[in-house]
């Protein structure tokens, strides 16, 4: 007869694996937008964007609103749950805090720069003072998205820490 698996993980510990799992989700979209997107926007500015023009221009602003806002979302419900398990507690508000910190950098710097970038009238010209700019914001974006999944890595060491129920 085969066994049935009757390993069931309780609600705060679901709930910390869905707040990873929502932040994989995020990490793999900063990684494809580093990766793809921003070299090709950042290569030979005023030249390189001409991703941004209307009619066909490229917006992720919305998406990012969302993937944020939702992953966010998940994290302080997963917080709740997870707020009786003091060692668990206590790691979740330190890497919420540090991630809220990446946020406000990127409101504060990455998001204003990037529509500066957006706004600017194409050109067949390359501006190196634009040049150099973009690629300040492609190399501090590559620290910002290393960190952000630096936060995520450490998020799943909160998983081996035991919630004293029938884990």
Not at 21 to 50: D, I, K, R
Not at 71 to 84: G, P, Q, R, S, T
Not at 144 to 150: N, P
Request: charge should be positive; hydrophobic fraction near 55%.
């Amino acid at each position: 007869m085969m066994k049935k698996n009757t390993l069931i993980f309780s609600k705060p510990t679901q709930w910390l694996f869905y707040s990873i799992c929502a932040y994989f989700l995020v990490n793999g979209a900063q990684l494809w937008e580093t990766a793809l997107m921003v070299p090709a926007w950042t290569a030979a500015p005023p030249a390189s964007l001409l991703i941004f023009q209307k009619p066909y221009a490229l917006d992720f602003k919305l998406f990012w609103i969302v993937m944020h806002s939702l992953h966010e979302i998940i994290f302080i419900v997963a917080l709740c749950y997870n707020w009786k398990i003091k060692a668990r507690r206590d790691l979740m508000l330190v890497l919420f805090l540090a991630h809220l910190g990446l946020r406000i950098w990127t409101l504060i710097y990455f998001a204003p720069t990037l529509m500066e970038f957006q706004r600017l009238p194409y050109s067949d010209t390359v501006d190196l003072i634009l040049k150099e700019k973009a690629m300040q914001w492609r190399n501090l974006n590559i620290v910002r998205v290393v960190l952000f999944f630096m936060l995520n890595f450490l998020l799943i060491c909160g998983l081996k820490i035991k919630d004293n129920s029938n884990e």
